[in-house]
């Protein structure tokens, strides 16, 4: 979006307005981003983990390359400063600062922190030309955290029959199979004999509800490749795959667009910019906005900042729901990280699935759960990393223009003091900010964007929003497959078909066809259960009509 922050033009650490070091994000998270529990009242804790879904089906940091640059470790497990740290080109570790009264008793002296590889790291820019951080998944809507970003991982997921993505069963029920190596997706686990799945994406095993959305995922592939097997007997592996993976990405599509991202971005503001057409959809026409000439690559201040903001809604306390939804139990974030185990205990991924539509989410302001800036990945170990402060370090890592230049970008109104900035934001954030900054040239964007007072219908201020709104724009329209365009009749879905998704197809239906036992759900999903959104019998809810996937094997041969 803008031109990259880095001092030296292609990929140095960025440095404050008037030569010297940039605020300590640990700070800036201990000093702004402070515990304080304030919940969604309309919104449930869903709302905040399919983002996760979202973001990982986009893009991933490049780690790297071992066989060029080694595997450095900046800050060792111990929390002390590591050889590489001075001399490694990835190491920039975030030092603990004296008033962290966690990390200093503990004796710790950094956080770990290991830079993105960039386009400067594996030769692919001159020696003086900008550096641009790597992402190693598609920037396409088209689930690759469910079926690989490369050939080889699709291939390893495939069951090889049905078009079925492989699955093994235990104690009656289907889970992806087992990872073949627990140490390094499950580092978390207290044994290898516990469940540690291998998913179409690395980190599918990094929280207990990331997880349940991850097999939710795999069995909805599954259960309309059955369908589709029963419908079209004469159809081969290959083809029941392909077409079972093109209706699950149009139904994913659909709901990230037509009831997710509306809950984040506002339905008016999306119809405004042209992301959605509700008025297409009710007259059951195709949406033909595919431009060849716009590229569906992600923004890094989409990925490195706007999105990010949604770690706000997280919560600490898990809440595993029953059927008749009372608490079967409550469990802390931080002693299930890497360590999916908690879905095959008992009830436990039904459980999950219900205190997913049930709980409340954390709300989308400055406040931040304890068990993910103090407890992140910690293990083992009394404490852990600051998932805030790395948010912050890496928007620095991949040279993110500041607060103020993503303003003058989106033409909103710049200011030259502190005091000016009370016009978007809280006076006591602003007064925060100026003891932590030396000019509000300095800011940072992933600081500044989530310190915004929201914009009417939306869960972000103004300069996410307009960061958020292009780039959901750029992967509707830049994306030739996109389940809503008609233009190429060779790879679009028939009206009918489509007309079906749009009619069908939601995370209320998701999570209903695919948990175990799961008979009631609200009919969206993401919105608390309430008088105006109660629960529903699971087969009083829409769903896709996959008989219009029917083909005659006479005029097929034909």
């Given at each position: 979006?803008?031109?990259?922050?880095?001092?030296?033009?292609?990929?140095?650490?960025?440095?404050?307005?008037?030569?010297?070091?940039?605020?300590?994000?640990?700070?800036?998270?201990?000093?702004?981003?402070?515990?304080?529990?304030?919940?969604?009242?309309?919104?449930?804790?869903?709302?905040?983990?399919?983002?996760?879904?979202?973001?990982?089906?986009?893009?991933?940091?490049?780690?790297?390359?071992?066989?060029?640059?080694?595997?450095?470790?900046?800050?060792?497990?111990?929390?002390?400063?590591?050889?590489?740290?001075?001399?490694?080109?990835?190491?920039?570790?975030?030092?603990?600062?004296?008033?962290?009264?966690?990390?200093?008793?503990?004796?710790?002296?950094?956080?770990?922190?290991?830079?993105?590889?960039?386009?400067?790291?594996?030769?692919?820019?001159?020696?003086?030309?900008?550096?641009?951080?790597?992402?190693?998944?598609?920037?396409?809507?088209?689930?690759?955290?469910?079926?690989?970003?490369?050939?080889?991982?699709?291939?390893?997921?495939?069951?090889?029959?049905?078009?079925?993505?492989?699955?093994?069963?235990?104690?009656?029920?289907?889970?992806?199979?087992?990872?073949?190596?627990?140490?390094?997706?499950?580092?978390?686990?207290?044994?290898?004999?516990?469940?540690?799945?291998?998913?179409?994406?690395?980190?599918?095993?990094?929280?207990?509800?990331?997880?349940?959305?991850?097999?939710?995922?795999?069995?909805?592939?599954?259960?309309?490749?059955?369908?589709?097997?029963?419908?079209?007997?004469?159809?081969?592996?290959?083809?029941?795959?392909?077409?079972?993976?093109?209706?699950?990405?149009?139904?994913?599509?659909?709901?990230?667009?037509?009831?997710?991202?509306?809950?984040?971005?506002?339905?008016?503001?999306?119809?405004?910019?042209?992301?959605?057409?509700?008025?297409?959809?009710?007259?059951?026409?195709?949406?033909?906005?595919?431009?060849?000439?716009?590229?569906?690559?992600?923004?890094?201040?989409?990925?490195?900042?706007?999105?990010?903001?949604?770690?706000?809604?997280?919560?600490?306390?898990?809440?595993?729901?029953?059927?008749?939804?009372?608490?079967?139990?409550?469990?802390?974030?931080?002693?299930?990280?890497?360590r999916p185990a908690l879905l095959e205990k008992d009830n436990g991924f039904d459980d999950l699935i219900r205190g997913l539509s049930y709980q409340e989410?954390?709300?989308?302001?400055?406040?931040?759960?304890?068990?993910?800036?103090?407890?992140?990945?910690?293990?083992?170990?009394?404490?852990?990393?600051?998932?805030?402060?790395?948010?912050?370090?890496?928007?620095?890592?991949?040279?993110?223009?500041?607060?103020?230049?993503?303003?003058?970008?989106?033409?909103?109104?710049?200011?030259?003091?502190?005091?000016?900035?009370?016009?978007?934001?809280?006076?006591?954030?602003?007064?925060?900010?100026?003891?932590?900054?030396?000019?509000?040239?300095?800011?940072?964007?992933?600081?500044?964007?989530?310190?915004?007072?929201?914009?009417?219908?939306?869960?972000?201020?103004?300069?996410?929003?307009?960061?958020?709104?292009?780039?959901?724009?750029?992967?509707?329209?830049?994306?030739?497959?996109?389940?809503?365009?008609?233009?190429?009749?060779?790879?679009?879905?028939?009206?009918?078909?489509?007309?079906?998704?749009?009619?069908?197809?939601?995370?209320?239906?998701?999570?209903?066809?695919?948990?175990h036992k799961i008979t009631w759900m609200q009919r969206r999903a993401f919105e608390l259960v309430s008088d105006k959104n109660p629960l529903l019998r699971c087969d009083e809810l829409h769903e896709v009509n996959?008989?219009?996937?029917?083909?005659?094997?006479?005029?097929?041969?034909?």
């Amino acid at each position: 979006m803008v031109r990259s922050n880095y001092p030296n033009g292609v990929n140095s650490w960025p440095k404050a307005s008037d030569g010297g070091e940039l605020p300590n994000t640990r700070e800036i998270s201990m000093k702004i981003f402070i515990p304080k529990h304030k919940v969604e009242h309309k919104w449930n804790l869903n709302t905040q983990q399919w983002g996760q879904i979202v973001a990982h089906d986009l893009s991933l940091t490049a780690g790297p390359d071992v066989t060029k640059l080694g595997r450095p470790v900046c800050c060792d497990d111990n929390g002390r400063i590591a050889e590489d740290a001075s001399t490694h080109p990835l190491c920039h570790h975030i030092p603990i600062p004296p008033s962290d009264d966690v990390h200093i008793p503990e004796g710790r002296e950094c956080l770990n922190f290991i830079r993105t590889s960039s386009t400067k790291d594996i030769n692919c820019t001159g020696l003086h030309d900008r550096a641009a951080p790597l992402s190693v998944v598609t920037s396409y809507m088209d689930l690759s955290l469910t079926y690989g970003n490369d050939e080889k991982h699709a291939k390893a997921i495939r069951e090889g029959s049905g078009g079925r993505l492989w699955t093994t069963v235990r104690n009656g029920y289907e889970w992806p199979p087992q990872s073949g190596n627990v140490k390094k997706d499950c580092i978390g686990a207290h044994s290898t004999d516990e469940p540690c799945y291998l998913l179409g994406d690395g980190r599918g095993n990094q929280s207990p509800q990331l997880t349940t959305l991850h097999i939710i995922l795999v069995n909805e592939h599954n259960r309309i490749a059955d369908a589709l097997s029963k419908l079209n007997p004469h159809w081969d592996d290959e083809k029941i795959y392909q077409e079972a993976r093109r209706i699950a990405i149009a139904e994913t599509q659909h709901i990230n667009y037509y009831e997710y991202l509306p809950i984040l971005l506002g339905k008016r503001n999306m119809v405004a910019k042209k992301l959605i057409y509700p008025d297409v959809r009710a007259t059951k026409g195709y949406v033909n906005d595919y431009d060849p000439n716009v590229s569906a690559a992600i923004y890094k201040e989409y990925a490195s900042a706007a999105f990010r903001h949604f770690h706000t809604m997280i919560r600490g306390q898990l809440e595993l729901i029953t059927e008749d939804r009372t608490l079967a139990q409550s469990v802390r974030l931080s002693d299930w990280f890497n360590r999916p185990a908690l879905l095959e205990k008992d009830n436990g991924f039904d459980d999950l699935i219900r205190g997913l539509s049930y709980q409340e989410a954390d709300k989308s302001d400055e406040y931040w759960d304890l068990e993910v800036t103090r407890n992140l990945f910690k293990g083992n170990r009394s404490s852990g990393s600051d998932l805030r402060a790395m948010d912050i370090q890496r928007g620095r890592d991949h040279g993110l223009g500041t607060y103020m230049q993503l303003r003058a970008h989106c033409n909103l109104p710049l200011v030259d003091r502190f005091e000016e900035l009370k016009r978007y934001m809280s006076k006591e954030n602003v007064k925060k900010l100026k003891k932590l900054y030396e000019s509000v040239e300095d800011i940072d964007l992933v600081v500044g964007g989530s310190l915004e007072n929201h914009q009417p219908g939306a869960l972000v201020g103004p300069t996410f929003l307009c960061i958020l709104l292009q780039q959901f724009l750029n992967i509707r329209i830049g994306d030739r497959y996109f389940y809503e365009n008609g233009q190429d009749q060779e790879i679009a879905f028939t009206l009918p078909q489509l007309n079906s998704i749009r009619y069908g197809a939601s995370m209320a239906r998701l999570l209903c066809d695919n948990g175990h036992k799961i008979t009631w759900m609200q009919r969206r999903a993401f919105e608390l259960v309430s008088d105006k959104n109660p629960l529903l019998r699971c087969d009083e809810l829409h769903e896709v009509n996959l008989k219009l996937w029917q083909e005659d094997a006479k005029s097929n041969d034909n």
